[in-house]
């Protein structure tokens, strides 16, 4: 008779669960892998390329487009360097005109012409509406 015996090391039990796992994981990083692809399934996808083909004339598009707002931008500020320096002509032409007339005013008033009212600012609470029904 032949005796039957029992597997009662845990260490070949832990070893045997170790390899299968590492097995497992093996087994599914070369699936996942894809190894044996054919060429027909390498080959690009119609859809692909179509799509490849329009993000290169987006881009391009995108390019002309941007060209186009920054020459318009470099338009936009030679406009508005030579309106600020128009505006700042009128200011000191005004503050010179200003200062003329603040050296004229008392001489005007000494003389005996009619001089316009002071401006008063009246500060005035907001208005508020109330309403009870």
């Given at each position: 008779m032949v005796a039957v015996g029992s597997?009662?090391?845990?260490?070949?039990?832990l070893y045997?669960?170790?390899?299968?796992?590492?097995?497992?994981f093996v087994t599914w990083a070369g699936v996942a892998a894809h190894p044996w692809q054919t060429r027909a399934a390498t080959a690009q996808d119609p859809r692909l390329a179509?799509?490849?083909?329009?993000?290169?004339?987006?881009?391009?598009?995108?390019?002309?487009?941007?060209r186009i707002v920054d020459r318009r931008w470099a338009v936009y500020r030679a406009h508005l360097?030579?309106?600020?320096?128009?505006?700042?002509?009128?200011?000191a032409v005004?503050?010179?005109?200003?200062?003329?007339?603040?050296?004229?005013?008392?001489?005007?008033?000494?003389?005996?012409?009619a001089a316009a009212p002071p401006v008063r600012v009246v500060t005035l609470p907001p208005l508020t509406i109330t309403r009870t029904s």
């Open positions: 597997m009662t090391s845990h260490v070949a039990r045997a669960l170790a390899a299968g796992v590492l097995v497992f179509a799509l490849q083909v329009r993000e290169q004339r987006l881009r391009a598009e995108s390019l002309a487009v941007k360097a030579l309106r600020r320096h128009e505006i700042a002509a009128i200011n005004n503050a010179k005109a200003r200062a003329s007339s603040l050296v004229s005013a008392p001489a005007a008033a000494s003389s005996g012409g």
